[in-house]
């Protein structure tokens, strides 16, 4: 992807496809070398979980851009077969747990929409200092959403790094002054961040990843030559509602910025602070598509990556 930048409107949900490729099937094998276990898999549904733009806030306002590094991780909720049904009996999450890292460098810019909102658009930049894309198998099954550890252990089955972006995200104004809104970060089951406010917001796009290496006692097909597309649907996604926030996303601990006397997810940084972070919740399901070239893996949707990601799961 190049770094074109696009302001959008209130409507922040942004189209996006695999091309005339029809969605492929690849072999997985749950068991790695052991014997049994394969499965034809026709997408990998994620659960929703984390992201963290480090010092993403604030975004330069456009034409002007600036950079930031984007950060994510979440565990596999369920395979799904072609017919986007789940498939049972695999052993996933009650035998072994499936989890992804990535982070990666990003390009922002905002703009005041009059009347509706604050749009921002994201892109990957010509230089990327951080850039990995990483899939684990652990049969430790040790991951904490919510103190955000136990997903980069374990077996690493996949690698690769981040190839294009275009991801966007919309803070609507609450009132005609150009106010927005603020509620608790927390809002999934207990509240675990008492005081801890967010802006309220949501977002999506595309994020495209070369793979470099596979495991192939786990990924049998060749999914270096394969395109992989995770779609996300665009929903609120700050604040969280189906995850936990957690206190540490690839080893980053999120610094928000203040309102008042008030931490706030979103909000400008406190005085002597030159950047703060900001954490939103993220979501991904994923199909394999066909390309013409080898290595790639392509990761489509409403959020891995830009200060935007959807809030919708599949569930069994």
Do not use: H
């Amino acid at each position: 992807m190049g770094n074109k930048m696009k302001i959008l409107g209130a409507a922040v949900a942004l189209a996006v496809s695999g091309g005339a490729q029809a969605t492929d099937t690849i072999l997985f094998d749950t068991n790695g070398a052991a014997a049994g276990g394969v499965i034809s898999v026709g997408s990998f549904d994620w659960s929703p979980d984390n992201s963290l733009a480090v010092d993403a806030v604030p975004i330069a306002t456009a034409p002007a851009t600036n950079t930031f590094t984007l950060y994510s991780q979440a565990s596999l909720g369920n395979f799904l077969d072609p017919n986007s049904q789940v498939i049972n009996g695999t052993g996933l999450n009650s035998s072994y747990e499936i989890t992804y890292q990535t982070g990666f460098t990003e390009l922002g810019s905002s703009a005041i929409i009059p009347g509706s909102g604050i749009a921002s658009a994201f892109s990957l930049p010509a230089s990327t200092p951080v850039n990995f894309f990483n899939i684990y198998y652990d049969t430790s099954m040790n991951v904490n959403q919510l103190a955000g550890t136990g997903y980069g252990d374990g077996t690493l089955i996949l690698t690769g790094v981040v190839a294009g972006n275009t991801t966007s995200f919309f803070i609507p104004f609450i009132d005609a002054q150009g106010n927005i809104g603020y509620t608790a970060l927390d809002n999934f089951g207990t509240d675990n961040y008492p005081g801890i406010e967010t802006v309220i917001g949501s977002g999506g796009g595309a994020l495209q990843v070369n793979v470099g290496s596979q495991d192939f006692n786990y990924f049998l097909s060749n999914i270096s030559s394969l395109l992989i597309d995770l779609e996300f649907n665009t929903s609120q996604v700050t604040p969280f509602s189906q995850a936990n926030p957690s206190a540490s996303v690839v080893g980053n601990t999120p610094v928000y910025g203040v309102v008042g006397v008030s931490l706030t997810n979103g909000a400008p940084c406190a005085t002597g602070t030159a950047t703060c972070d900001f954490q939103f919740q993220s979501d991904a399901n994923q199909s394999f598509y066909s390309v013409p070239e080898p290595g790639s893996l392509l990761l489509l949707g409403a959020g891995l990556m830009g200060m935007g990601w959807s809030a919708r799961r599949r569930k069994a």
